[in-house]
């Protein structure tokens, strides 16, 4: 079974900066790898799959890297509506997915 | 616009049963393998279980292998979850999500929550 680990539980970052989240894979998973948003009370959204692509409708300031067990979210400027919870998900097998226990970015 | 409405969830005594429903709609449902995943109250998220479009392929978490059963009515546009044995920590809110080309989730409902308790 692939473990994911997020390495920050809590991200403080003030507006207008930029947010780095990590992610990482207990072995490889090549690309296949997400990214989710979750705000409270909501169910998540996309924002990026295939480690890099951006999903349909999610902002430029919004930015995926990494490969084989090593991952990034970056958020380039922070804005109001992006303090949320983010998830990174592994998907190597089909239909068999892992999540990581998510980075909760919040306001400094 | 891809629309997923989950039904179903309550109340459950430890050890009793829920079937969770989800109502597809917005796209060829028949062409997209279905997942659940849930979210226990305040904590992350754990995928649960997974079918393929046609229903010859189903895959669980260990957590709930031999429990639970998926399963999909094509014909109805229609995603289903068996709960069996409940356990207290079963207790979550519940998503039904659409799989892209088997792999990554791309869409999502909003939930349905069980809960157990005696």
């Known amino acids: 079974e692939i473990v994911m680990t997020q390495s920050a539980a809590t991200l403080s970052v003030s507006p207008g900066e930029r947010a780095t989240l990590s992610c990482r894979a207990s072995?490889?998973?090549?690309?296949?790898l997400a990214w989710y948003q979750q705000k409270p009370g909501q169910a998540p959204r996309l924002l990026i799959y295939?480690?890099?692509t951006r999903a349909t409708g999610i902002p430029a300031r919004f930015s995926g890297s990494g490969s084989g067990t090593e991952f990034t979210l970056t958020i380039s400027s922070l804005q109001s509506e992006d303090f949320a919870v983010y998830y990174c998900?592994?998907?190597?097998?089909?239909?068999?997915?892992?999540f990581g226990p998510g980075t909760k970015v919040d306001i400094k | 616009e891809v629309q997923l409405l989950e039904s179903g969830g309550g109340l459950a005594q430890p050890g009793g049963s829920l079937r969770l429903s989800c109502a597809a709609s917005?796209?060829?449902?028949?062409?997209?393998?279905m997942t659940w995943i849930r979210q226990a109250p305040g904590k992350g998220l754990e995928w649960v279980s997974a079918i393929s479009s046609g229903s010859s392929n189903t895959y669980f978490a260990d957590s709930v292998k031999g429990r639970f059963t998926i399963s999909r009515d094509n014909s109805k546009n229609m995603l289903y979850l068996q709960i069996n044995s409940l356990r207290a920590e079963d207790a979550a809110v519940y998503y039904c999500?659409?799989?892209?080309?088997?792999?990554?989730?791309?869409?999502w409902g909003q939930g349905t929550l069980v809960a157990v308790s005696s």
């Open positions: 917005g796209f060829p449902f028949s062409s997209f393998a």
């Open positions: 999500a659409r799989v892209v080309l088997g792999y990554y989730v791309d869409s």
């Open positions: 072995q490889s998973v090549s690309s296949n």
């Open positions: 295939d480690a890099s």
């Open positions: 998900q592994q998907y190597n097998d089909w239909l068999l997915f892992t």
